[in-house]
């Protein structure tokens, strides 16, 4: 592929020869969805009747006042259907599905999120669904699989390799490749071959154009920072876009920190000297690999942070000097995440913790004429499990896990 697709020299479409024709499919859909005037705002009423869209900006009075500096704003993604922004994206490429008249949507999913918001739009739309999900990920994971199944999705545990999220992605490539007249693959971050990065980022594009528009109608006028926690790059590519032009917006992305970014174990790509730059997975960016190219093993208390490629695109924006990245250590998550329920009953996803711990950092350093914006991409009714295990600090709960255990033993 020529220059089509490059953010400098991140992106790319590296791709067997057998689905050129596919993609190319895909993005001739995608271009005339966009120069469609009809599209974006029909776009726009499918997620207001069907995700609760505009999701609102809220006011943390009592976080602001805990930190004494800036004044915080939330931006809501976690009101969504399925309680993350992942809707904005899976929903979005459901009118793309329609538009090109495929009848089966196959996705990969590591912690199960995508995979349950896929469904959800097969559902709806009244697609064929087939998820891929590492072995491992299923047994994990039950809830999730649990959902999918119901909703009507197939479940193909995949035992090849770690049986993680990686291999699902090679497995729903390889059903692409042997269905792709009736099959489009949904992918789910802004990451994969051009041009996933771009589609998914024109969906997810939503929560900053609305959270501009929010805040300056509440506010009086835009934020000084805006903070998003960085997985595969969706929500962060959404919420940054609203603000791109905007050059006094400093924008920060957070990786997983994990045990630490000098520890080894965690996920952070741009905010370590950790990654290199390489070509899996059907895309050029920075990954976390050994010498040989192998992938290494990731680590966050987040798994929907727990990935070794990025975006594309959040790799040319770092060299632009547009955006800035950190990363948040699992420790520092889990007391943000204990501050924000405490101080304002919000229940943010751990993904979304990233983004709250490091702009709690920040908070103080600033003055109270001064604004942050940060992204709540989610919410953490998910994490009961893992929150409860970090927290330790409730028999009562460890009895009724227990309990649980017995009965399904019995
Ligand atoms: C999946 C997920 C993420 C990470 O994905 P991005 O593509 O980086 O946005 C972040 N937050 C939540 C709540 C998620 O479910």
């Known amino acids: 592929m020529s220059t089509a697709g490059y953010y400098s020299q991140y992106g790319g479409a590296f791709i067997p020869e057998i689905l050129v024709a596919t993609i190319q499919e895909l993005e001739r859909a995608f271009a005339d969805a966009q120069a469609d005037p009809a599209f974006w705002p029909e776009f726009r009423q499918l997620m207001a009747s069907y995700s609760g869209r505009p999701t609102p900006v809220t006011f943390a009075g009592n976080l602001t006042q805990h930190f ?9 993604e976690d009101l969504n259907h399925t309680g993350a922004h992942k809707a904005n994206n899976v929903m979005g490429q459901g009118l793309l599905v329609q538009r090109m008249g495929k009848k089966r949507v196959i996705a990969e999913t590591g912690a199960g999120q995508h995979g349950v918001a896929t469904a959800t739009m097969a559902a709806k739309f009244g697609l064929d669904c087939t998820i891929y999900m590492g072995a491992v990920d299923v047994a994990r994971q039950r809830p999730n699989v649990f959902w999918m199944e119901r909703l009507g999705a197939t479940v193909v545990p995949v035992t090849d390799g770690s049986q993680t999220l990686k291999d699902a992605i090679n497995e729903a490539m390889r059903d692409w490749v042997t269905n792709m007249d009736d ?103 920075y990954f976390l690999q050994d010498e040989d190219g192998q992938m290494r093993e990731t680590h966050s208390v987040a798994a929907g942070l727990d990935y070794v490629g990025v ?50 950092k920040e908070a103080p350093t ?36 227990q309990n649980k255990a017995e009965q399904y033993r019995a």
Not at 68 to 73: E, F, L, N
Not at 200 to 217: K, P
Not at 220 to 236: K, Q, T
Request: with cysteine; hydrophobic share 40%.
């Open 68 to 76: 004494g500096g800036a004044q915080i704003y939330i931006k809501r």
């Open 183 to 285: 099959t489009h693959y949904v992918l789910g971050t802004a990451c994969g071959p051009h041009p996933f990065p771009a589609i998914v980022s024109y969906f997810q594009s939503i929560i900053g154009t609305e959270a501009r528009q929010q805040l300056h109608d509440i506010t009086g006028r835009l934020p000084d920072r805006v903070y998003a926690c960085v997985g595969g790059g969706s929500n962060a590519m959404g919420m940054f876009s609203g603000f791109l032009d905007d050059a006094g917006v400093e924008l920060i992305g957070v990786e997983a920190g994990g045990e630490g970014v000098d520890t080894g174990r965690h996920a952070a790509r741009l905010a370590s000297t950790d990654a290199s730059l390489g070509v899996a997975q059907g895309y050029k960016t």
């Open 311 to 360: 975006s594309p695109i959040l790799a040319h924006h770092k060299d632009q000097g547009r955006v800035r990245f950190e990363a948040t250590t699992d420790d520092e998550v889990i007391e943000a995440l204990r501050l924000t329920m405490q101080k304002e009953g919000l229940i943010p996803a751990l993904e979304s913790a990233h983004a709250f711990a490091q702009a709690f």
């Open 366 to 401: 600033l003055s109270p004429d001064q604004i942050i914006l940060i992204n709540q991409s989610g919410r953490g009714d998910k994490d009961i499990f893992t929150v409860a295990d970090a927290f330790n600090d409730d028999p009562a709960w460890q009895a009724f896990i």
